[in-house]
C-alpha cells in the first residue's frame, strides 16, 4: 500500500500519498502522508470497524472535536467518514518517538526528562484550561519529536463530552496511572485533579526509570486494592520512602501531593505544580485597556456557536446566566446555571447548583460555592456547551 | 455446536445423565456477540463422555466480538480435545487412566491459554486493534464440576438439597476486584461503571497470576448456570436464587424466566444462558415414584423423556443450533 494514494476532503487537503506505516496503535493504523498538491507531510490515522452508534465512534469524534490550542498538543487537522465503519483523521505531522519507547531504551538523559516532564505539565495545563480532561495520560500517549518539543496524543477518551464517550458507563483510562476515585466511584469523577494523579505516575516514572507497580512487582489490579487496603490505609497511590530524581532534586513531596488518594489533598490544578517547580506558566496576554470596556462571553459550541453576550456589569454587580441566555435548546444547560460578578477589575463566576455543572480550567465548579475568578482567555464549559471569557476591543 | 445465532433455544441431554437447555438472545442490540457450545469428550476409549459447556461474550463496545467470541471458544475445546483425548492415546495401545479432576483443571487452563494466544494473534493479524471475548467452561465428571474462566460471564451452582444458590466463578471485572476486597458493595458492585470494564479476558495481554480454576461436587437435582452478563449483571443474587428455585416448570421455562427477569430490569445486552440439571433417569424415575413435590423435582418433571440426541426447538436458530 505504502507509495499509493487516497483521496481526502479533510480542509485544504484532496489526495494524500501514503507514505510510510508508522504503526498501530490500540486505536487505529497511523500513516506518514504527503499532500499531493503541497507536499506537506500529515499524519492520517485511518480507523477501521467502527460501529455506527457505538462508543468507538463516540472517540473517533471526540479526537477531532477536541480543539486544543497549544505547542504541546498534536492538533487534529479534520475527520472524514470513509464509510460508515470507517474513519480517517489527519494530524499534523511530527517526527517523534513515543516517550514509552524511549523509556524503555533509557535513551533519555537528566536534561531531555527535564525538559519532558515540563512540556507535558504545560500541554496538560493547556488542554485543562480548555475544560478537557485527558483522562488517559502516560508515556506512551506523548510524542517525543525531532524538534526537541514533546507533545501529547490521543484525546479521544478525554472528558469532553462524556456523555458520549462513556455512553455504557464504561470505566476508561489505563489501570496504572488511573487514578482511585476513577475505580471506585467512576469516569464521570475523573476531572483535572485525576490527571494530576497521572501525571505523579508519570513524574515517578522518568524520575525512577520504571512506573512505580513495575518496581513493585505489581501485575493486578488486586495488587493495587491489597496496598491501598493496608492499615493504616497509605494516603498516597506511591511510597515514595525510596524516590529520588535527579533531574529535579527534592520534589518528592511535590509528587506525594500529586498522587493523593484523596482528589481534594492533591493540587488544583497543573499550573499550582509548576509554580512549585520554579516555573511560571504564561498567562492569557491581557489587552491594555483592561476595565475600560467590558468582557464578553463568546459561545463555542452548540447551536448557538458564535453568539456574543456582553457582561456589561458595574463594579459589585451580577448578572446570572442560563439556557436561554446561552443556547436557547440545549437541556443541558440550567435555567439558572450560572452567576457572573465584579469586584473592582476582577470578574467572578459562580455555579447555581446547576444540574450538569460549570467547569472552569478543568475543575468543576462547587455547586452553590463561592466565585472564582476568570482571566482574559478562560473556557468555560456549561452542560455540554463551551463558552470563552474575553476582553476585546471590537464588541 | 457452537453458536452466536440471533436468537435461539435449544435443550438436550447427555446418556452420562443431566440434561440442559440453551437460549441466546439478542436483545436490543445489533448484533448477538455471544456464543455458546455444546459438545463432549471421551478421555478413556468407549468409556463415559465427559460434557463440555461454554459460553462466551464478545466485549461490547469494540469489533469483531462475535468473531472472537466463537474463536475462543472453538480454540478452548480443540486444546482441551487435544490434551484430554488425544494426547493421552497417541502412541499407546492400552487404555489410558481416567483423568483426575486435578489434571482437568490443567487441561482447562491449558485450554484456556492457548485459546488467548490465538485470539491475541487473530486480532492482530486482521489489524482489529482492541478486541476480546470473556469464556466460561465448565466440564462435567461424574459427580463433580471442573470449570474456568476469564472475564465475568459467571457459573452459577444452585445446590437443590440445601437450597443455596453459589457463585463458583470470580468475575475478572474492576467492580469484581473492588467487591471481593470488600472496599465496594454487591449493591455497588451491579451499579459500578467498572462492572463491565474487563481486567483478563480472552485476547488480554495478560492473564491473572493466580490461575481462575475451580471444581465443586454436585448432587443429583442440582442446578448450574453458566451465562452471560446480559442475563446475571442485573439480577441480585437473592432474585437468581428465587428464580432457580422457585421457577417451577421445566428448564426451559426456568430460562426464559431468567431472561425476562434481567429485561423487565431494563437490561439491553445481548443474553445468553446454559442451564443444566445434574442427574439422571433413574433419579427422575425414583423422584417421580416417591411422589416428591421439591421444587427442583417439579423443575424437571416436566421436561420431556431424555433423548439421546438433543433436540433443537423455536427461535431463528440458524445453521449454528445444529448439534
Redesign the interface.
Known sequence: MEGGSIPLEIGPVHEVELQRFLGGGGFGLMWKVADRASGRLYALKVIRNVRPGSISEARVRNEVGVAIHSEFVVPAIGLQEWNPTTFLILFEYFDARPLDDLLLEGALGSADKHRILLEVLQGVSDAHRHNVVHRDLKPANVLVCRDGRSRLIDFGISKFKDVNVTGTGDLIGTYPYMAPETFLRGSKYADARSDIYSLGHFFYELAMGQHFWIRRGWRELSDLVHYLSAVPAPTEGIDLSDFSCDFYPGTAAIVRRMVKIAPEERYESVDDILVELGHIPELPPALPDLGLRSPVLIVESGSNRGARTVLGLAGGGCRVMGRFDIAGEDNTISRKHLEFSRQGETYLVRDLASRNGTWLRGVRLEPDGPPAPLRHGDRIKVGDVFLRFAFMRDV | MISSSTSGTASGSFATGGRYVVKSEINHR?DNEDSFLITELTPVLAGPVLPVLAIADGM?????GGDVSREALRRTVLALLESIQIEPRLNRSDTAEPMTVEVLQKALWGALEQANAQVRRMVQAN????AGSTIVVALLVGETVVAANLGDSPLFHYDATGQKLVKITRDHS?AG??L?????SPEMARH??????L?FFVGAP?L??EISVYNRPLHQGDLLLLCTDGVSGSLSHERLTELLATAGGDLERTADALIKAGRDLGEKDNQTLILWWHGSEQTERQSADAGETSTVAQMVGAVEQPDRSPTVSGGDTGDGMAV
Open positions: 445489533d461490547g463496545g469494540l469489533e469483531h489489524g482489529w486493534h482492541t474492576v476486584v473492588l471481593r476486597a470488600g472496599m465496594i459500578h461503571e467498572g462492572r463491565s470494564r481486567e495478560s491473572p497470576r
